[in-house]
């Protein structure tokens, strides 16, 4: 089955620098690639996601790049701030199958 | 915005003893799911409903757990007999159709066995 790695596990950067997240799948059928931000005790909200049709998109400081070649999928964010601090999951899921399969998660720490 | 509910927020049982736990979904959904997440882990799949049956189940799902749709608002998830490993949140999720769009999140039911 399907496969989601993420990196890094923890990520620590300065309030107003970039962070950027890593996750690769495992399954070519794989279509469908949604992030997840969740707070501690809170439900994962998505934040952003991406279709294999299209190679990046874009919302204000947050981006998502896709390499279906190399299968991987990448989360940026620009100008971090406090409140960006939080746990974020990748996840995919393939075309006519709803499952989400979770990566590992990254803890993102944003310093004033 | 329309929204997942999920009650309890917390349950604490025996082991042993059986839980239900209750999700509405948003109304106009289709597809329906169950996740848990074991504290500090990632978030894991259970089941996907559809049209009144199980489309999908984990390895995780096994004769424990049961789900079911009992009216036109409500879908639950039964555990019969819990271990102690079942303290995890639980999540219930919906989407529209298939293709997961508008997959949205409930706020989930903390569940602590003891």
């Known amino acids: 089955g399907e496969n989601v790695e993420q990196h890094p596990s923890t990520l620590s950067v300065q309030e107003g620098d970039s962070a950027v997240i890593k996750c690769t799948y495992s399954?070519?059928?794989?279509?469908?690639f949604p992030w997840y931000k969740q707070e501690l005790g809170k439900r994962p909200q998505l934040i952003i996601d991406?279709?294999?049709?299209?190679g990046e998109k874009k919302d204000q400081r947050i981006a998502v790049t896709l390499n279906k070649t190399a299968k991987h999928f990448s989360l940026h964010i620009t100008e971090t701030q406090p409140e960006d601090s939080a746990v974020y999951f990748c996840a995919a899921s393939k075309a006519g199958a709803q499952k989400l399969v979770f990566g590992q998660g990254t803890r993102l720490t944003i310093n004033p | 915005e329309p929204e997942v509910t999920q009650t309890p927020s917390h349950q604490v049982t025996q082991m042993g003893q059986e839980v239900i736990l209750r999700c509405v979904p948003i109304s106009n959904h289709l597809y329906f799911y169950w996740y848990r997440q074991i504290l500090g882990q990632k978030v894991e799949f259970l089941v996907s409903?559809?049209?009144?049956?199980?489309?999908?189940k984990s390895e995780i799902f096994d004769d424990q757990f049961s789900v079911e749709r009992p009216d036109g608002s409500n879908f639950t998830l039964k555990i019969r007999s819990t271990k102690l490993e079942d303290s995890a949140m639980y999540f219930c999720?919906?989407?529209?159709?298939?293709?997961?769009?508008?997959?949205?999140f409930g706020s989930g039911t903390r569940l602590t066995v003891v």
């Open positions: 999720a919906s989407s529209s159709h298939a293709g997961n769009y508008g997959y949205t």
């Open positions: 991406i279709r294999s049709n299209v």
């Open positions: 409903f559809y049209n009144n049956e199980i489309s999908e």
């Open positions: 399954d070519s059928a794989s279509n469908y």
